[in-house]
């Protein structure tokens, strides 16, 4: 059975701090990790990652994968209130043919 | 271009009865899928479809059908509803196989007395 674990599940930092989320997973038949933002409603989409070792980079959110030791990380740069979401990491494997989601990090960002 | 859309936003049902939550994507996506959302639990998936005439079981498809005779729209239904499906309800779509980045519609939050 494919198993996605996010940490921590919630974080709390003060405006300007820089967060880093993590991301283990297990699956058979690995194809790519994806994270989602989630504020209040629909999951959007922020990176997709297929290749371990390469560096998503969004403005002052960034990504990237290990594949050897089966995780990923989330850095977010410069935090704004506007961050506080819950961050979703998934995986694409084998199995059913959609993705593994994991439980969220629900990170607050204070002024 | 609307993108993906879903009805009804809210619904409360009683135990035992039926109803269907629409999905409709404009965005001639292939795959599409239902996902559900509880506290705590993260998003699980439902049922999925490659293209039309094509469905398959997610992770937790007891008690949900699913059909998919166009393209655009990807009907859930719910056949007898039970407490235990109170949630909120995404339907995603992507292009090609679902690998791609699947974008999801606005859900619906569904109770079941």
């Known amino acids: 059975e494919d198993k996605v674990v996010q940490s921590p599940l919630s974080l709390v930092v003060h405006e300007g701090d820089t967060v880093t989320l993590n991301c283990s997973y297990e699956?058979?038949?690995?194809?790519?990790l994806l994270w989602y933002k989630q504020e209040k409603k629909a999951p959007t989409f922020l990176f997709m990652l297929?290749?371990?070792?390469i560096e998503k980079k969004s403005g002052r959110l960034s990504s990237i994968l290990d594949k050897k030791e089966l995780f990923s990380i989330l850095n977010i740069t410069a935090t704004q209130t506007g961050d506080s979401a819950v961050y979703l990491c998934?995986?694409?494997?084998?199995?059913?043919?959609?993705?593994?989601f994991g439980k969220g990090t629900h990170l607050i960002i204070q002024p | 271009n609307a993108g993906v859309t879903q009805t009804p936003k809210f619904q409360v049902l009683k135990t035992g009865q039926s109803m269907t939550l629409q999905c409709a994507q404009d965005?001639?996506?292939?795959?599409m899928s239902w996902y559900r959302q509880d506290p705590g639990m993260g998003l699980r998936l439902i049922h999925y479809?490659?293209?039309?005439?094509?469905?398959d079981q997610g992770e937790v498809p007891n008690g949900y059908n699913v059909s998919r005779s166009t393209t655009e729209d990807f009907p859930l239904r719910l056949l007898s509803a039970a407490p235990s499906q109170t949630s909120v309800y995404f339907c995603?779509?992507?292009?090609?196989?679902?690998?791609?980045?699947?974008?999801f519609g606005p859900g619906t939050r569904l109770t079941v007395l």
């Open positions: 699956v058979t038949n690995f194809r790519s």
């Open positions: 995603a779509t992507s292009r090609g196989s679902s690998y791609n980045e699947q974008f």
């Open positions: 297929t290749s371990s070792g």
């Open positions: 965005m001639n996506h292939e795959y």
């Open positions: 479809s490659v293209g039309a005439g094509i469905t």
């Open positions: 998934a995986v694409e494997g084998g199995g059913a043919d959609g993705l593994t």
